[in-house]
């Protein structure tokens, strides 16, 4: 590539100015779209700024005049959900105690199972594999009742444990396939080098493997940890009212039908639960895009 | 399954065999054993528990009869098909914009994508109160004079799903953008500079030389937007739950009402089952053409 490059000399279209009318259209349908895609956060931030008379009076897309912080403090320690009022504080707690367990117990299966089947292949591993990619399109519905079923058998209905399972298991296709390619796509020389030194599965996988991949292992922490957050599906159905996560409470405070609706500590609530996921998009960068385009791409 | 015979075939690789317990038994306990549960107890009278009393197709048939579930469907059919075109077509244009060697891009584009890492329950709340009749983007309109406005889909039964559809976009479309500009970018410079030469315009080498092009990653996108539009059940709990009336049930909710509300588990399995179909009539014929386009190519 680069040679070509060389003996063409100079090339491309002529420099164009930098207002022509198409740069103009451009940058402005560009700033169109920013502001659509913008203007939630902007309103959302806003509107939870405000005092109640203030939003009763103007609109929505008022800068806040007198900015108060009550709402925020509000959202998290007093707000109310039907029988307790501590806001959404307990619900961030248990995300958090959700959270933990489900990346690493995920994480760390989906990469052994990565693992196996790119470098130690036994017969039948590429079914089983397919299946398990396939089982990612099922509707989570057609599998609901079932796995109340097992997890009764087991005695985790309604536990955290039992959550922290049925996460691992709907995070394990992704992840897998995350997995196996990138261990895939690593030298086999190097697999082999460690099996004439005698390194067996978990020898490789712990000395060779392990420290070599630290950037999937973010990119996967990426993935679960907004997926896992995010959950509102499995939180419900497989939890009891005193460990849902943060965003079944935060639907049960906002949208809770008894007393006045109280918008800027509904709207400071969505900030505060939607800001763990916010925070690491923008602090990920690259490897989110890298993390959802592993999703898309096939294996 | 032990062969007595050959024990160093099973032995062999043992401790690979032991780290995939996990994935064998989710692909096989899970995925599998509990697809076929449901299926085989969508042909049962379950009511409040499973039973095995088994009525062929008695639950379908009451299930094409429920009102709620025929509007479930509906709802899917127009949402789906609506956020499948625009997804697809917002998508791509605005790959397309972000393709023409802009500066910010990485800025815009981390603007576009952002509202993907929010939750659907976020979304939806936040949509509820742009949306909302009495402050949001109705009574703006109202403000600036004109009086008769009236935009409050969350409130109007013809086109509360079209209120959901927006917040779906605004959350979703990001995504695709990403994966066709990772299309775009796969497509050979040597072209756009044949097409140059031809005399071909921009916008027709985009649509007669480079979508064609870019098929794979229009059918990854087409699945994965299917996958996510059968799946949609947070958002309308958060937005509207439901309401006005059941003017915005989805069949997922439908299942999970079924099942945990009204103790109808007949019901439940019954219409899972459709939304497995559903997916399948979707995923079949990608299947079929993933690998035996590979068969083909390779």
């Keep these: 590539m680069q040679n070509k490059y060389n003996l063409e000399g100079p090339q491309g279209t002529k420099p164009r100015k930098r207002l022509s009318g198409t740069n103009i259209m451009l940058y402005g349908t560009l700033l169109v779209v920013a502001f659509y895609y913008l203007l939630p ?32 403090v509000k959202a998290w320690s007093t707000a109310c959900t039907g029988l307790n009022c501590d806001g959404l504080s307990r619900g961030f707690w248990n995300s958090v ?30 079914v089983f594999f397919t299946i398990l990619i396939f089982g990612a399109f099922i509707p989570y519905q057609v599998m609901l009742y079932p796995i109340v079923i097992l997890l009764r058998e087991v005695g985790l209905m309604g536990s955290l444990w039992g959550l922290v399972v049925v996460h691992t298991i709907f995070g394990m296709p992704i992840l897998t396939l995350l997995f196996r390619n990138y261990f895939t796509s690593l030298p086999d020389e190097l697999f082999k080098a460690a099996r004439v030194d005698g390194a067996g599965f978990w020898g490789i996988y712990f000395q060779v493997m392990l420290p070599m991949s630290l950037p999937i292992f973010v990119v996967a922490m990426i993935i679960q940890v907004t997926g896992i957050w995010n959950d509102f599906l499995f939180g419900v159905i497989y939890t009891k009212p005193d460990i849902y996560p943060m965003t079944v409470q935060l639907n049960n405070i906002v949208n809770s039908v008894q007393g006045v609706k109280e918008y800027n500590v509904n709207m400071a609530a969505t900030l505060l639960t939607g800001l763990v996921p916010l925070i690491i998009y923008f602090a990920s960068g690259k490897l989110f895009v890298r993390g959802i385009a592993a999703g898309a791409v096939k294996g | 399954m032990a062969d007595a015979k050959r024990p160093n075939q099973l032995l062999r690789n043992l401790n690979a065999k032991v780290a995939a317990i996990p994935m064998v038994a989710t ?27 088994f009525v062929g197709l008695d639950q379908y048939e009451r299930l094409w009869k429920t009102n709620k579930w025929l509007i479930s469907i509906e709802n899917l059919a127009i949402y789906g098909i609506c956020s499948l075109v625009l997804s697809i077509c917002i998508g791509f244009f605005l790959a397309t914009l972000l393709d023409q060697k802009i500066r910010f891009e990485n800025t815009i584009r981390t603007i576009i994508l952002y509202p993907f890492a929010l939750s659907f329950v976020v979304t939806g709340l936040t949509w509820q109160w742009i949306l909302n009749p009495d402050f949001g983007v109705q ?61 071909i315009p921009k916008w027709k080498t985009y649509i007669f030389i480079v979508i064609p ?47 945990f509300k009204n103790q109808n588990l007949g019901q439940a399995f019954a219409a899972s089952t459709m939304m497995l179909v559903t997916v399948l009539i979707i995923l079949v014929p990608y299947a079929y053409l993933e690998y035996g386009g590979k068969r083909r190519a390779k």
Excluded at chain 1, 107 to 121: E, Q
Excluded at chain 2, 36 to 52: E, Q, R
């Design chain 1, 41 to 72: 956060l902007y309103v959302m931030v806003t509107t939870s700024l405000k005092g109640m008379p203030e939003i009763r009076a103007g609109n929505i897309f008022d800068l806040p005049v007198d900015i108060t912080f009550e709402p925020w």
């Design chain 2, 139 to 199: 009574k703006i309109v109202r403000s600036l004079g004109w009086e008769s406005f009236a935009f409050d889909p969350l409130y109007n039964q013809d086109i509360v799903i079209y209120g959901i559809l927006i917040a779906a976009i605004w959350q979703g479309s990001g995504l695709i953008m990403v994966i066709m500009l990772a299309g775009l970018r796969g497509i050979d410079q040597e072209i756009w500079k044949a097409a140059r030469v031809d005399g």
């Design chain 2, 213 to 259: 092009m870019m098929r794979p990653v229009f059918v990854t996108a087409l699945v994965l937007i299917t996958a996510g539009i059968v799946k949609v059940y947070d958002l309308v709990v958060a937005q509207t739950n439901g309401g006005p009336g059941i003017a915005s049930e989805v069949p997922a909710k439908y299942v999970i009402e079924s099942m």
């Design chain 1, 97 to 126: 105690s959700i959270l933990v367990p489900s990346v690493a117990l995920s994480i760390a299966i989906a990469s052994v199972n990565g693992y196996a089947l790119a470098n130690w292949k036994f017969k039948g591993s590429e």
């Design chain 2, 27 to 53: 692909a096989l306990v899970v995925f599998v054993g509990c697809t076929i549960w449901t299926i085989v107890h969508s042909f049962t009278k379950s009511k409040l528990l499973p039973k095995t009393d």
